[in-house]
């Protein structure tokens, strides 16, 4: 899908996931979810259940890629529930550092809701700026989340 003469988007799915470059994806993310990421082998996992066609698994990878390398990405995973769990969760998205503030992240998230359908649920740090970018796509924070660590 071309955005312009040298930045695409390209989003892959169970169903179409043909020349994703997953390790380039994974190695992107690591980098550049900076001090919000996860262990490379978390984030491979969320990557290989997006791309998964198993029953209740799924979702969509994203990616924007300028003169032919990844400058951003994200990652959805189905919850295979409906109506009382949303149906996705934006689990990463990340641009590259020195591409933020041009509207990619923005396209990736618009992309993002355009690809699948239902809710999409999502958690951030509180003092992550990236906040900024979802409510200014529509995302409201009506819940805090709790976990029970383990
Ligand atoms: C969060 C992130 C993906 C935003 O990507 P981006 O390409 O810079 O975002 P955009 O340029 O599309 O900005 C989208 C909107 O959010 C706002 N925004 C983005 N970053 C912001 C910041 N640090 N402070 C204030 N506003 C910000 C922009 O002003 C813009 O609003 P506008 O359209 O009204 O101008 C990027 O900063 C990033 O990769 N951060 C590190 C990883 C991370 O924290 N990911 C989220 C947790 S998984």
Known sequence: MAENSSLHYNVYTPENSTGINRDEILDFLFKHLDEYGDKREDIAKCVDYALSAA?????AVLEAREDGKVVGALILNNTGMSGY??????????????????????????LATETVSGSIALHVEPQNPARHLYEKMGFTNKYLEYRLQR
Not at 55 to 59: A, F, Q, R, S
């Open 55 to 59: 029953e209740g698994k799924g979702g």
């Open 85 to 110: 769990i949303p149906e996705n969760i934006l689990v990463y998205v990340a641009v590259h550092s020195n591409q933020r503030g041009k509207g990619v992240g923005k396209k990736l998230v618009q």
